[in-house]
């Protein structure tokens, strides 16, 4: 595969409408604007693009979530990471991009928002994401039936931090 170069830096607000030009093109999981402003806002360190020449081919966006757990006999929460969404433009893909946003988001997730565990969903028809995810340390825990609007199920995968 011909290598090309490419940055990954934080989202800008006048990145926000190339990101979600390519969740359109790419997903069938589409958002409001406000959502990906709220995501902006409130994780900026976890909602990363792709550029190449300045143009944004690919991005991930993130939240935290925090989960009752018991730490000991103690209950206490924790923070998880949520992948949201990633996606790279077809044209560039099995070039490492995506990987190097998952990387970076990661890094975030722990080092800035203090998660100890991350977890995203999944298609089970899925089969590149669910590889490229394995390919970063994700496995499946489990399945929600029925999970997306046309009656697929979900795998969520999980990765401690
Ligand atoms: C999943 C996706 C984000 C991967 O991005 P990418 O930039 O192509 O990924 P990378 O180049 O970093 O791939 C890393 C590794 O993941 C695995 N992988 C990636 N795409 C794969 C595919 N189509 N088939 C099998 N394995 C794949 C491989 O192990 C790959 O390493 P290799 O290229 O050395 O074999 C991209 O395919 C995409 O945007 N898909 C459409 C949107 C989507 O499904 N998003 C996830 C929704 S949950």
Do not use: Q, W
């Amino acid at each position: 595969m011909e290598r090309v170069e490419f940055r990954v830096e934080e989202v800008n607000e006048a990145d926000i409408p190339h990101v979600i030009r390519i969740n359109e093109a790419v997903l069938p999981e589409n958002y409001p604007y406000y959502f990906y402003e709220m995501l902006y806002k409130n994780y900026p360190k976890a909602f990363l693009v792709a550029k190449v020449g300045g143009k944004v081919v690919g991005y991930v966006m993130c939240r935290v979530e925090h989960s009752l757990h018991l730490d000991g006999f103690l209950p206490g929460f924790m923070k998880k990471g949520h992948i949201v969404s990633i996606a790279i433009l077809p044209g560039y893909r099995r070039r490492g991009i995506g990987t190097e946003l998952m990387r970076r988001a990661l890094e975030s997730l722990k080092n800035v928002y203090g998660c100890r565990e991350v977890y995203l969903e999944v298609r089970v028809s899925n089969k590149a994401a669910i590889e490229f995810y394995k390919n970063l340390g994700f496995r499946i825990d489990h399945t929600i039936r029925h999970y997306y609007k046309d009656g697929e199920d979900a795998y969520v995968m999980v990765k401690e931090l």
